[in-house]
């Protein structure tokens, strides 16, 4: 389990996280919803070791994550999926996605992987020799989730990977989003759209600027009067 105390985080004089504390239990799909700039991508960025933060603590498994280098992160079983979907444009489906595996030693079962992967988005087998910024951006976002489980995670973070993307290729990635936590796979995901993130989450958190504000269960979340006002509006 991921658990999270304290945590705050400074980019100089501004603070972007004014001491979190929230817990993602294995097996689970929680989900951090917020407004732009609520500091949603910065817990993320932080659990990875991308930012530092200025106190608390990133427990997993036991371990304190704070301090530790993102390369030692990522082999404790944390992947990410960043914000904007971040493939190398110039490289081909198949080259990213051995990316995502590039600090395993293990051939025969990064291959594994990439079969592991295609079977969960076939769109992307159809396309492994084709340059990944020719991708449409739905299979840009579908690249982005398959390089980060190449490096066979047990926590998959998800940072908005619904955003710009046409209503039905978003129930397709959130599909399978369900499909990979159904595989064993722990699933942070953060997102601007809440009403799909609720509709899929175990548990859920609140950010706002910087400071958890509620929490509950997924469904507890969706029926919350003041969620529903803020982050739902007509849906
Ligand atoms: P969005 O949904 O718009 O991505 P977010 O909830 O993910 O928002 P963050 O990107 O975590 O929010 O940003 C939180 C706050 O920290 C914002 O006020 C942002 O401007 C600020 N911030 C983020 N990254 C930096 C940085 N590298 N330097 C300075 N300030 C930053």
């Known amino acids: 389990m991921l658990k999270i105390e304290n945590l705050q985080v400074h980019y100089g004089g501004i603070q972007a996280l004014r001491g979190i504390s929230l817990e993602v239990p294995d097996g689970r799909i929680v989900t951090l919803i917020g407004a732009n700039g609520a500091g949603k991508s910065t817990t993320l960025r932080t659990i990875t070791g991308l930012v530092k933060a ?4 990133v427990q997993w498994d ?25 493939v190398f444009p110039d490289m081909t489906v198949l080259e990213n996605l051995k990316i995502g595996a590039y600090l ?16 969960l988005f076939p769109r992307l087998e159809e396309r492994s020799w084709q340059l990944a910024g020719t991708l449409s951006g739905g299979e840009q976002q579908m690249l982005a989730v ?15 990977p619904s955003l710009g993307l046409a209503p039905l290729v978003v129930q397709d990635i959130f599909s399978i989003i369900r499909e990979i936590n ?6 942070l995901l953060v997102e601007q759209n809440a009403n799909m993130a609720l509709k899929i989450a175990d548990l859920a958190y609140v950010l706002e600027t910087g400071t958890i504000t509620m929490s509950g269960t997924g469904s507890e979340l969706l029926a919350d009067s003041r969620v529903k006002e803020a982050y739902l509006g007509k849906s």
């Open 146 to 160: 398959g390089r980060a489980l190449m490096s066979r995670p047990k926590l998959m973070m998800l940072d908005e």
């Open 182 to 187: 159904r595989q064993g796979v722990t699933v």
């Open 54 to 57: 200025s106190g608390g603590s």
């Open 104 to 119: 395993r030693r293990d051939k025969a079962e990064i291959e594994k992987d990439i079969q592991w992967v295609y079977s």
């Open 62 to 86: 036991g371990q304190e994550l704070l301090g530790k280098s993102i390369d030692k992160i990522i082999s404790t079983g944390i992947a990410m999926s960043p914000e904007g979907r971040r």
